[in-house]
Structures are given as C-alpha cells and as structure tokens.
C-alpha cells in the first residue's frame, strides 16, 4: 500500500512539471510571435517566376551552394560537390530553355 501511495505522488508531480512545460513553451512561442524581423524576401513578388527572376535567384544560388558544400562535408568526397553543382546548373539550363528565367 506504501508503494502506491508513492507511486500516486510521483505521478502527480509528473503532471504539474508537464503542465509547467507546456505552459513555459507557449508563453515563448506567444514571445516570439511579437518579434520583429527583417523580411529578406521583401523585394520578390508573389509569383514564383517573378521570384526567380527577381531577388530570389540571388537566395537560390546560395541555397545550391549550400546544398552542395553540405553534400561534400558530408561525403567527404569533391565528386559530391560537383555533382550537386551540376544538377543546380543543368536545372538552370532547363529553366532558361523553357523560358522561366
């Protein structure tokens, strides 16, 4: 019967420290949602092409870039790198021959 009892106050201290955590994580999500941040994507449209042709090439040459040294860092190998750089280039050609950029 001791045991039980025990076993009833762990459960219930269980609870309270779940509810706690639930209740810090949404006082900082409510936080963060008052944040004030920098738009970087401000000057793209809201089409997708006017996006590609606009500011967001820029952010779609780094995004490749990225793509391709995470791919190398992961690999350990150049022929990664380049093989990811390859198919950002062949898709810009496929773009640029189908007339989107």
Known sequence: MKNLLASKKIYTHTNIKTLMCCLTFLALMLTCMHAFAVDRLAGTET?????????????????????????????RTV?????VLALSVGA??????????
Do not use: H, P, R
């Not at 006017?50 to 690999?75: H, P, R, V």
């Open 92 to 101: 810009n050609v496929i773009l640029k021959m189908g007339g989107v950029i």
């Open 79 to 83: 022929k990664a790198f380049f093989g």
């Open 47 to 75: 089409d997708l092409v006017d996006m590609i042709n606009g500011t967001g090439k820029k952010y779609l040459y780094i995004g490749e870039f990225g793509a391709a040294c995470l791919a190398w860092f992961q690999s």
